[in-house]
């Protein structure tokens, strides 16, 4: 597989993203990466590693794409950037995806009207897998803060997409779909989960009901169904959560005296395992469902394991032939 | 002040209703408290317990509004439910709150339709009390649940109850007012809160932008405006986080052996502090804004400590003109 890493645009690039691309190379034989931004910058950063050339190149761009640049606006204008260059080459090349950590809204509009999307789909989904309390299981939530304004019509899609995903990817079987709600039981929601409620029942999805936010953990359901507002208050809720709690304990042991201040060395080994699978390194990023080709977003603050794991998922999803699998679903549920 | 307690439809009725009440009698020599319920089994319950009997009187109701009945059917048919009883007894009589453990959905109608809304309200909200990092300090969410289908003048109105509420019950000068929405930049949103911000914007509010769900518990904000679909998610998710974190630790600790074992041992206190503060005794329920009395809802699994704190809740916004307050600030900003 070939994959572009676009190394510009996000917090630690491009050390991070190189060097998530060299652990990548290391752990994967068969992984070839193009590096996508200025080549002299990249170079200079290369020339002290050992890495298989034969399996790097560096595709140039010279200008980058920042947070601050309007993504509509940018993708359109800023043409010589990395995440531009990177699309297009995605688009037009014999390339099997694309990771970057650059500006979301930007690289969503550059998947949807550069790489273009899978003929049919409404609106291409940004969806995060969520760590549960299932050890090695991951939800999908699609969407996890795309498109903020939906209609049911699109939720329906992005359930055919996220159990595609979990289908070729994850190899569930028949994948459990539950739609986030304000309440379990089915008369529970607002006028668009109720709506999506009645097409999901409808669809030859296994589609288990509703679904609380307070579940979107648990790993009960496979892929968790939701407008991108929602989806996205939804998840930056639990980070936030999960920040407040530990910033609690801190304050709790240094209150405590000796007791707590020796309980806490004790159990350091697990509160630091805990603060791991609860990190963005876990938790950010996501990828994008619905685009003709594979696109990952890793998050802004990406160091260089979490582009060896968006790297990665890039790699699985194209062996998994998941856009081919995605159309094929999509089809099937058409006239469901 | 005179506080109605509906003893009956929550989980640990009508035991740690009474109890509660009794807790708060003893705490606060001013209140009256009136039980509404089933008479003979109020009465059998109190028979062996000492208290101020001038200050406790029992409401007659023999049937009880559960939580399996809907909401709108139940408050017309069962007239002779404790809620509904008490509901009417607060609308006509010479009483000063109303604090209940039963239906959520039951209280809000019954709240809109017998005790009635101040005038020019669209929609009573059900606003939950936030714990945050800062010490002794609260935020109001505004809705946290009781209205999924919102108009952005609705949420204009939310946020003038829950600034008239933080202004009278907690003292708070200006209180700032933040949007909960997915972004904290000013162009960011849904419709919704894209047209909720102009309305902000123009209002004669402590306006104060945007607020990620991220930071939902950091104390920046006193009143946080949400449409109930997105309150609900947000509240909902911490919540879900809040536990999974507790079982991950609970799991690791296991796993950790002797060594996390003695740790946790001597960590229990602060551990046992920090579940506290996140349990639903602290975050759960919540106050009506909007209607013409005090309507105060305590959370289905209330123990004894939960009502007493619910009951000095509703005496608290009674004894701080909380209603009146509500009706001032609202006809104040009618033309803003």
């Known amino acids: 597989m070939k994959i572009i890493l676009d190394c510009f645009g996000g917090d630690n690039c491009p050390d991070s993203a190189i060097d998530g691309a060299l652990l990548a190379l290391e752990e994967n034989k068969d992984l070839n990466i193009v590096l996508c931004g200025d080549e002299a910058v990249i170079g200079a950063y290369l020339a002290d590693k050992s890495y298989d050339k034969s399996r790097v190149s560096i595709l140039h761009a010279g200008d980058v794409l920042t947070n601050d640049d309007s993504p509509t606006l940018a993708i359109r204008r800023k043409k010589d950037s990395s995440m531009v260059v990177a699309l297009r080459a995605l688009a037009d090349g014999d390339y099997d995806g694309l990771v970057s950590s650059g500006n ?10 550069i790489v273009k999307l899978i003929d049919g789909v409404q609106r291409a989904s940004l969806s995060p897998l969520l760590p549960t309390l299932i050890d090695g299981k991951s939800t999908i939530l699609v969407d996890g803060g795309a498109n903020v304004d939906c209609k049911a019509s699109m939720l329906k899609e992005f359930a055919v997409m996220g159990s595609a995903f979990m289908n070729a990817v994850c190899g569930v079987k028949y994948p459990k779909v539950a739609l986030l709600n304000n309440g379990a039981e089915e008369e529970k929601g607002n006028a668009l989960t109720k709506e999506t409620h009645a097409l999901l029942k409808d669809s030859d999805l296994n589609f288990v009901g509703n679904l609380e936010a307070r579940d979107l953990f648990t790993g009960d359901a496979d892929v968790i169904v939701a407008d991108g507002f929602a989806g996205n208050v939804g998840i930056k809720s639990a980070e936030g959560m999960g920040k407040v709690i530990f910033k609690m304990l801190k304050r709790y042991i240094l209150e405590g005296g000796l007791r707590a201040k ?4 004790l159990l350091k080994p697990s509160l630091k ?64």
Chains 1, 2 share one sequence.
Do not use: P
Not at 262 to 265: A, E, K, R, T
Not at 278 to 291: I, P
């Open 104 to 113: 979301t809204g930007a690289l969503l509009v550059g998947a949807s009207v």
């Open 262 to 265: 020796l309980g806490y060395l």
């Open 273 to 336: 395992k805990l603060k791991g699978i609860m990190s963005s390194d876990a938790v950010g990023g996501g990828v994008f469902l619905g685009v003709k080709k594979i696109v990952v977003k890793a998050h802004g603050a990406s160091n260089a394991l979490a582009f060896k794991n968006a790297i990665s998922r890039a790699d699985e999803m194209a062996r998994a032939g998941v856009v081919d699998k995605i159309a094929e679903a999509l089809e099937k549920n058409e006239n469901v």
